[in-house]
């Protein structure tokens, strides 16, 4: 069975780092793409960063492009996203997912993240 | 960017109705669409890729169609359990893109 398990969530003042991780088991990690969606709260769902298999190969969309890292260690089977000058735009909870062909197959459980003073 | 409208924004039903949602995209996507639910609390998960594949485990009651720019997820026969928000995404081009969502109410 796939599990995706994030952590790393907490409330974070403005312009701070934070870095989440996520636990993968089940499958075949080094195998899969990875990526992080986000959805504030009672919003809808936004793409934030994509990762190729071997990691050498990274997407951003661009409001977070130059402060957010997505990396992975696929001896460890963990996907990791580190979050530099944080906005309270990225408050939201955070999804770790497989990617298929640019389609999100297996969702982990989420964690939040705070962007406050 | 690929703004996906997804319509109506709420649709309330009676079980055993057949219903349809709607997604629009601002560009031709091709069959790079896929459908999501989520349920009140939950993650998300993938319904179907490509338009029209289905998925394993996901009730045959959910189908999906079209191409280009036009799309629609249909439930045959609405059950208690398809309370949910769905969402569409377009895997055609970067960034990545979602729908706002349709929020399905049961009567």
């Known amino acids: 069975e796939v599990q995706l398990v994030e952590s790393g969530g907490v409330l974070v003042q403005p312009g701070r780092s934070m870095k989440l991780s996520c636990a993968a088991s089940?499958?075949?990690?080094?195998?899969?793409?990875m990526a992080w969606v986000r959805q504030a709260p009672t919003k809808g769902l936004e793409w934030v960063a994509t990762?190729?298999?071997?990691?050498?190969?990274?997407y951003y969309r661009d409001s977070v492009k130059g402060r957010f890292t997505i990396s992975r260690d696929n001896a460890k089977s963990a996907l990791y996203l580190q979050m530099d000058s944080l906005r309270s735009e990225d408050t939201a909870t955070y999804y770790c997912?497989?990617?298929?062909?640019?389609?999100?197959?297996?969702w982990g459980q989420g964690v939040m993240v705070t962007v406050s003073s | 960017d690929v703004v996906l409208t997804q319509s109506p924004a709420t649709l309330s039903v009676t079980p055993g109705e057949r219903i349809s949602l709607s997604c629009r995209a601002s560009?031709?996507?091709?069959?790079?669409l896929h459908w999501y639910q989520q349920k009140p609390n939950e993650s998300p998960r993938l319904l179907i890729k490509?338009?029209?594949q289905s998925i394993s485990g996901i009730p045959s009651r959910f189908s999906g169609s079209g191409s280009g720019t036009d799309f629609t997820l249909s439930i045959n026969g609405v059950e208690l359990d398809d309370l949910s928000i769905y969402y569409c995404?377009?895997?055609?081009?970067?960034?990545?893109?979602f729908g706002s969502g349709t929020k399905l109410e049961i009567k």
């Open positions: 997912t497989t990617v298929g062909s640019y389609y999100f197959d297996y």
């Open positions: 089940g499958f075949t990690f080094s195998s899969f793409p």
């Open positions: 990762i190729s298999t071997s990691g050498g190969t990274t």
């Open positions: 560009e031709s996507v091709d069959s790079y």
């Open positions: 490509y338009a029209s």
């Open positions: 995404q377009q895997g055609n081009s970067l960034p990545l893109t």
